[in-house]
Nanobody, 117 residues
Framework: QVQLVESGGDLVQAGGSLRLSCAAS????????MGWYRQAPGKQREMVAL???????NYADSVKGRFTISRDNAKNTVYLQMNSLKVEDTAVYYC???????????WGQGTQVTVSS
């Protein structure tokens, strides 16, 4: 079990940058996969970026080249660096922790990112 707390959401102009943080209540070293998801008004939640224990990362096509996910095991924190933000990046961003076996998922409460034109 783990509790996740996101922070860093804000109002920013298009073209700007933000860094989101996800602080975990326990060590993240053994969590198989951590990730960032987002949900815009009227839309389904979608995957933004994933990072695995191996360090392998995966990104949604819409954010490739602009967003970077990273993890600091010593601080039990996962980050999402977001550059060249677009209006369409506006959403609530959620942190996720996933174990492969037994399969389990935990979510944070979300942090609002608003990008203005």
């Amino acid at each position: 079990q783990v509790q996740l707390v996101e922070s860093g959401g804000d109002l920013v102009q298009a073209g700007g940058s933000l860094r989101l943080s996800c602080a975990a209540s326990r060590t993240i070293f053994s969590i198989n996969r951590m990730g960032w998801y987002r949900q815009a008004p009227g839309k389904q939640r979608e995957m933004v970026a994933l990072i695995f224990t191996s360090g392998f990362t995966n990104y949604a096509d819409s954010v490739k080249g602009r967003f970077t996910i990273s993890r600091d095991n010593a601080k039990n924190t996962v980050y999402l660096q977001m550059n060249s933000l677009k209006v369409e990046d506006t959403a609530v961003y959620y942190c996720n922790a996933h174990w492969n076996w037994p399969p389990d998922d935990y979510w944070g409460q979300g942090t609002q990112v608003t990008v203005s034109s």
